[in-house]
């Protein structure tokens, strides 16, 4: 092969053979510029990244903390009150009550609320709040109505069981 090479350069005029290495030479140049540009353009972008990247990883770090926090933290309890009077107090406490039009006890694990004009988000947050309680949304209608945002509500809440 390096025979047939040499053969091969050794046939051209002699001004043949500088234009081909003088076009080797600059493409050889064009290529390593051409390089060189796209690896600081992906330097550029990268270096731009980082603090975005950096900040990811503390909120990660953080999460992960906190995770392990709490399942460090010992199992909640479920709370032996009345299941009526605790989703009572709750939505007292959300500042849901005077939107509550009925509370239904049709047994002592089970409740049936039912929300007259209440606004979506903090619906969503009280139940939302009930679970820290032990309490979960088993059957649900939500109905919007003419104002925005708010929503009339039928809700079964029961009381998890552990086993």
């Not at 009572?88 to 002592?108: E, H």
């Not at 209608?141 to 945002?149: I, M, Y």
């Amino acid at each position: 092969m390096n025979a047939k090479l040499r053969a091969l350069w050794q046939s051209r005029a002699p001004r043949e053979r500088v234009v081909i290495a003088v076009l080797a030479v600059v493409a050889c140049v064009a290529s390593y510029v051409w390089l060189v540009q796209s690896a600081d353009q992906a330097h550029t972008r990268l270096r731009a990244s980082v603090p975005a990247l950096r900040a990811q990883a503390a909120r990660l770090e953080q999460q992960a903390a906190e995770l392990g926090h709490l399942r460090a933290a010992p199992a909640a309890s479920v709370s032996n009150t009345d299941l009526r009077a605790l989703v009572q107090a709750q939505a007292g406490a959300a500042g849901l009550s005077r939107a509550l039009v009925r509370i239904d006890a049709p047994d002592a694990d089970q409740v049936v609320v039912v929300f007259g004009a209440v606004a979506f988000a903090d619906w969503l947050n009280w139940i939302a709040g009930l679970k820290s309680q032990q309490v979960r949304l088993d059957a649900c209608r939500v109905e919007a109505l003419s104002t925005p945002g708010l929503v009339s509500v039928t809700a079964t809440l029961v009381r998890t069981k552990h086993q």
